[in-house]
């Protein structure tokens, strides 16, 4: 952080601090007739508000550099304490052109930012939590829509939030003889052991169901192609159920109605 009341002078000046941010896009908000207010996640400072004066003007130097979903460098005038902060420059490091070839592509992207926008905290860095959703949003970009990115970002997010699926040892008594087939329990957290599976009224996953939430619990893209449309739902929902258990809040992720509807 560079402390610039210095250079701003004067006795009258607030303290003002110009600090060099490298962020996601998450959302934008229009504010008044020329604005927009960001919701961002920085590498350096996670989520952030930031409000991006007159960048709705297209003869505005922030406009073009203030788009959804892209990466940006941002130089922002903080005022400590103050929730909503001033950007003052802005340069697009990846405009994702990709994303706006790709309909389903983009609609994964926005569960992607939701999924961080809605369920991360605000005002604390997470440079894991950065990494986790850049890799997300460039792999969807690079490479057009495939399941299997969502799913292994939905995975990652899970572990670097503290909600890791236990997939390696039972989470109702730690047991790492898992039940073949697998049982999940979502109100546990992860896969059963034999004991506890037999206990349970949970019915046990097709193989490939359980393996696509292994994999990607583990961070990797699951293998498996052609997923049918009924697995991927199925794939889907278990990971979204898991997670809003854990985040103790059930926000709608309106970009998730998104996706089921474009690539229907
Ligand atoms: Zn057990």
Known sequence: M?????IWGGPRADPLALQTLRAVILRRIAFGDTSWILHVHAQEEGRLSLLARGARRPQSPLAGSVDPLTLAEFVVSAKPGRDLQTLTQAVCLDPRSGLHKDLAAMAAAMVCAETVLRLSGEGQAHPGLFAVLESALSSLDRDGFRPAILWAFLGRFSDEMGW???VDHCPACGSEEIRHPRVLSLAHGGFLCGPCGSRS????LADRIARALEDSAHGLEPAGDPWTRPEIDRIEDLWFEH??????MRPRLESRQFLAEVRA
């Open 2 to 6: 560079c402390w610039a009341d210095g």
């Open 201 to 204: 009224h949970q019915g046990a």
């Open 243 to 248: 997670i809003l258990r854990h985040s103790h």
């Open 164 to 166: 890791a699926m236990a």
